[in-house]
């Protein structure tokens, strides 16, 4: 099954020309749930292992050490703009540990990335470790497929500046005051249909809602750093209904019958194939260095 994003409500480079210079392509990865084999790409599934490796564990120091759960992998054939691995590696293995008891407030997330030749890999490790116990329910993600699709996307408004900062500024206030006169025929705004695609992604464009525009710089360089990998706790949400896929005839069926989920926004199971759910219920942005892949990741939870 092919899932595509509907064509944007607006021409956004038409209503802001200089838009253009800040066009970037992200891959919406589309999880769907199904049967992973270690050779395809997709999350909950088993990874690409080789035999013989030490599996890795939690090194933080908590109570609840143990093996890190097995999040998703993601294969260069299959996902376009997935940034290129140090060395030649084709292949992004995610893992993070089930508890959240990490960091200066002892409440942040462990998470661990691993890049690899796909090739030199000839035998899986099978079965494969599972942590004794899980913190949180939303850090098991649910075994899904993925249904890649390219996607253009422009920065978070706040990342806008000087005088087209300005007039997208001056537009969103418009939409936006049109919305609270009648919601109910509510026009698209800049920040929820014409920006950042919600959901799991390679590439594009981060999304700060919560915290802000943060600093992305490579700890190791000082080079800017880009957006690698999102994990999204909703595929979409109530104010980003237009980026909500099709055929919208599979959705629906894949969430006809379920209850609401939790969280601001909730929808039915349809918008959270995966069960995963980050901080409350937002999004785990990854940021890579584009000068070195194999400096360390950042990582972001808006």
């Not at 294969?75 to 703009?81: C, N």
């Not at 005051?177 to 026009?187: R, S, T, V």
């Not at 706790?233 to 237009?242: A, K, L, N, Q």
């Not at 629906?252 to 039915?268: F, K, L, N, Y």
Request: net charge negative; proline share 11%.
């Amino acid at each position: 099954m092919t899932f595509t994003t509907p064509p944007r409500p607006l021409d956004a480079e038409a209503l802001f020309p200089g838009l253009a210079a800040h066009r970037a392509t992200a891959t919406r990865l589309h999880p769907r749930a199904g049967r992973p084999t270690a050779r395809d790409s997709h999350v909950g599934g088993p990874l690409l292992w080789p035999t013989g490796e030490p599996w890795p564990v939690c090194d933080e120091p908590h109570r609840h050490s143990g093996p890190l759960l097995a999040v998703a992998q993601l294969y260069a054939r299959d996902v376009p703009d997935l940034a290129p691995g140090p060395d030649g590696c084709d292949l992004l293995q995610v893992l993070w540990c089930p508890f959240d008891l990490h960091g200066p407030t002892g409440h942040g997330m462990h998470v661990r990335l691993r890049w690899r030749r796909s090739a030199e890999v000839r035998v899986a490790l099978a079965p494969q470790p599972q942590p004794e116990r899980v913190g949180f329910d939303g850090y098991v993600p649910e075994p899904c497929v993925l249904h890649p699709e390219q996607v253009t996307e422009y920065p978070h408004i706040e990342l806008l500046t000087g005088e087209l900062g300005g007039r997208v500024e001056e537009w969103e206030d418009t939409q936006e005051e049109a919305a609270y006169e009648d919601e109910a025929a509510a026009p698209p705004t800049y920040q929820s249909d014409l920006s950042v695609a919600p959901g799991w992604k390679a590439g594009g464009h981060a999304a700060w809602n919560v915290t802000g525009p943060g600093s992305t710089d490579c700890e190791d360089c000082g080079h800017a750093m880009r957006l690698l990998l999102t994990v999204d706790s909703y595929e979409w949400r109530s104010d980003s209904e237009s980026w909500r896929p099709l055929p919208a005839e599979a959705e629906a069926e894949a969430g006809a019958g379920a209850g609401a989920g939790a969280g601001a926004g909730a929808g039915t199971d349809a918008d959270r194939p995966t069960g995963v759910a980050v901080g409350n219920f937002g999004k785990l942005n990854v940021f890579a260095c584009p000068r070195d892949p194999a400096h360390p990741h950042r990582f972001s939870v808006q």
